[in-house]
């Protein structure tokens, strides 16, 4: 079973460009989360989707990230403009949501976001 | 709002001893419980889960227990290897199903 797929899985940019990551999830998970993991924190969740519908966005900066998941499976998590404080490891994970190993989540490599 | 605590945030031990890795959490309402393991520049690769119901997990030479009512779970590490090396993170599973993280033990085994 492949794992969670996300790209890239670096970038660097200006401050006030903006940015997208792209994020896989693995096969059949009905659910797929965004986290942000500052240096030196633990991972912090930014949104949950639940297939195609958003669950919980509550810690999303919405005036400058968005985030959507088409058809319920691959997702996309935009900044714009970004600011320095958003660097970071931006992660995604999934998880299946029912049967045998329901609860656990999986996540991708990350990727790392570097703003100057 | 749930604060997840680990303690201590970075250890150092030589090969071949045992260690325990702390983590508290302020509510105890949890769904369940799940320790990590993040390799620098690397992603998280889940260890052990443990349901609200349940007291602890093993595998292999880890094994996590959980102690809702004091808010507790330890995360028991058998005889350490260099490869052990690695952040460990607790995870707090809502019922939601989202992750309340504590900010990671960092563990270096010396051989």
């Known amino acids: 079973e492949a794992g969670v797929a996300q790209s890239p899985r670096y970038k660097i940019i200006e401050k006030r460009q903006s940015v997208a990551f792209w994020c896989n999830p693995i096969?059949?998970?009905?659910?797929l989360y965004w986290y942000q993991q500052i240096l030196g924190q633990g991972p912090k969740l930014l949104i949950q989707?639940?297939?195609?519908?958003?669950?919980?966005d509550s810690q999303l900066p919405k005036d400058r990230f968005s985030a959507e998941r088409l058809k319920g499976v691959d997702s996309t998590l935009k900044i714009q403009p970004a600011k320095l404080e958003d660097s970071a490891v931006y992660l995604c994970?999934?998880?299946?949501?029912?049967?045998?190993?329901?609860?656990?989540?999986?996540f991708g490599p990350g990727t790392r976001l570097t703003v100057l | 709002k749930q604060e997840v605590t680990q303690i201590p945030a970075a250890l150092s031990v030589p090969e071949g001893e045992n260690l325990v890795l702390n983590c508290s959490f302020t509510?105890?309402?949890?769904?369940?419980l799940q320790w990590f393991r993040q390799d620098p520049g690397k992603g998280l690769t889940s260890l052990l889960l443990?349901?609200?119901?349940?007291r602890e997990q093993t595998s292999g030479r880890l094994n996590a227990s959980l102690d809702k009512s004091s808010g507790r779970s330890t995360l028991y590490i058998a005889a350490s290897q260099p490869g052990d090396s690695a952040t460990y993170l607790c995870?707090?599973?809502?019922?939601?199903?989202?992750?309340?993280f504590g900010k990671g033990t960092s563990l270096l085994v010396t051989p």
């Open positions: 096969s059949g998970h009905a659910t």
């Open positions: 509510d105890s309402a949890i769904y369940n």
């Open positions: 989707f639940q297939n195609n519908g958003v669950v919980d």
């Open positions: 994970a999934s998880r299946r949501g029912q049967g045998e190993g329901a609860d656990t989540q999986y």
């Open positions: 995870a707090v599973i809502d019922s939601g199903y989202a992750l309340n």
């Open positions: 443990i349901q609200s119901s349940q």
